[in-house]
């Protein structure tokens, strides 16, 4: 076995870290609790046992929308989640944050590579393969506005690597995007095609 | 479940499900998800991840959260076509059917629907939706797309419907579309029998089972509510109307499958 994530995850909680995106981990001798770190010190929640929960909780916004982009700060409230150990925790949180943890730990070991845009664009094929015609200023605009709405810290630029070293808050697992989602990609097809932006 | 799948056990290898996923709704990843968790259930793999190209994790972020060095990808899709063929293989970097790279194997496995036993979850699903209604009096749709794009999701049903006939179980066995001949709308002029059962064959349920088909079989659309109202009497038949195959248990079965199956 090349890793093991879940050593990753528990050490990483043994060192004090507690946050991860919009979810508070209370860590107590017998079991994990995950809230919504505004819930914190909120009485009257709805309790949750299952790590497959998670997907659910994760699934919709407080008005019911589901949630495409895990990363975006638009968590519910209102629930917490009590899972007995470091792998159920593990698999949670793959569902709140996909890849997440993983994708820290390949920046941690050196083997997270940045992708351009321009990359990701020219690579795309059938409906998508219109995006690689975005103009620069287009595109600049666009990643400013569109990833307003996420929680990622974007390693990637136009045409390089993002010079801007990662920030890491103490006890807050960075979330890292190394590469355009395909929702930024389907939004560069709406700016080429000059079809209404997301909302 | 199939005798087959209790023999398969990877607990030193990974599984991962690719699917089409949506930002629209959750409706097109639930059945992954469902699986997925089936699958981690039973402690077939030592791990088991899912991943989608229009939802998260992305095919560029998976390999990533994956502990493993031995990996199956089973693509969750209906048939052989262009995300099978050229999206998947070219987001996850993969050579071929088997890539090795950075200590790692990854086995690009085939796609869940081009398992042979999707014959059987089709005649387990026709038969669970009209319990104890006789098959010789009833005409068996299943029911595609059929668009250009999805060519091969069109023949994966041509084939599954002729698989279906050399059964000998039902009355009839006919394909049907929603946007081209034969057309599912007809399905009253095409339909000789009684009874007539209606299978999506669709990785998932959406506005395609949900709303498109059965405003074109004409009954009311009431979400997903549609498939608890059965049958149907109208137009002189009695008319029963499953959710998408994608959907039926069993195919956790096929999933692990045709994972074994790279190996076989």
Not at chain 1, 163 to 175: E, H, I, N, R, T
Request: proline content about 6%; overall charge neutral.
């Amino acid at each position: 076995m090349s890793r093991d994530l879940t050593k990753f995850l528990a050490e990483w909680i043994a060192e004090g870290g507690s946050r991860i995106g919009q979810i508070a981990i209370l860590a107590t001798a017998a079991a994990f609790e995950l809230r919504h770190d505004e819930d914190v010190s909120r009485d009257g929640l709805e309790l949750f046992t299952k790590w497959e929960d998670a997907r659910a909780l994760a699934s919709r916004d407080e008005a019911g929308k589901f949630r495409p982009l895990k990363t975006a700060p638009n968590l519910r409230r209102g629930w917490r989640l009590v899972l007995a150990d470091a792998a159920q925790l593990r698999k949670a949180l793959d569902y709140f944050y996909p890849a997440m943890l993983g994708v820290r730990a390949s920046h941690l070991l050196g083997n997270l590579v940045p992708v351009p845009l321009r990359e990701t664009l020219g690579r795309q094929t059938g409906m998508y393969a219109v995006t690689k015609n975005i103009a620069d200023q287009e595109a600049r605009a666009m990643v400013d506005r569109f990833c307003a709405g996420c929680l990622k810290q974007r390693l990637w630029e136009l045409a390089a690597a993002n010079p801007q070293p990662v920030q890491v808050q103490a006890g807050k697992l960075p979330l890292l995007c190394h590469e355009a989602c395909n929702l930024l990609v389907a939004e560069a097809r709406k700016v080429v095609k000059k079809l209404p932006a997301a909302k | 479940m199939h005798p087959g799948t209790l023999m398969i056990a990877r607990p030193d290898s990974a599984l991962v499900i690719v699917g089409h996923g949506s930002t629209v709704n959750p409706d097109s990843s639930a059945p992954t998800y469902q699986h997925a968790e089936e699958i981690a259930r039973r402690g077939v793999f030592g791990e088991v991840h899912c991943a989608f190209w229009k939802e998260e994790p992305s095919l560029r972020q998976v390999l990533h959260a994956v502990d493993r060095d031995e990996i199956y990808v089973v693509p969750n899709f209906i048939s052989e076509g262009y995300f099978t063929k050229s999206v998947i293989p070219r987001e996850l970097e993969l050579d071929g059917a088997l890539t090795v790279r950075g200590g790692r194997t990854i086995k690009y496995c085939e796609p869940a629907g081009n398992h042979a036993r999707m014959t059987e979850l089709l005649l387990h699903r026709a038969a669970q939706i009209a319990p104890g209604v006789p098959p010789e009096k009833t005409s068996l749709f299943i029911v595609g797309h059929g668009t250009d794009l999805n060519e091969n999701s069109a023949v994966a049903a041509k084939r599954e419907v002729e698989r279906i006939r050399e059964h000998g179980l039902y009355a009839e066995v006919l394909n049907a579309y929603m946007e081209e001949e034969p057309r599912i709308a007809n399905w009253d002029r095409l339909a000789s029998q009684p009874n007539v059962v209606v299978v999506p064959f669709f990785i998932s349920d959406g506005l395609h089972s949900y709303e498109d088909i059965p405003l074109l079989l004409g009954i009311a659309s009431e979400g997903r509510e549609i498939f608890r109202h059965n049958p149907y009497r109208l137009r002189g038949r009695t008319l029963y109307y499953a959710s998408a195959i994608g959907t039926e248990p069993l195919f956790a079965d096929v999933i692990v499958e045709q994972a074994a199956a790279f190996d076989a």
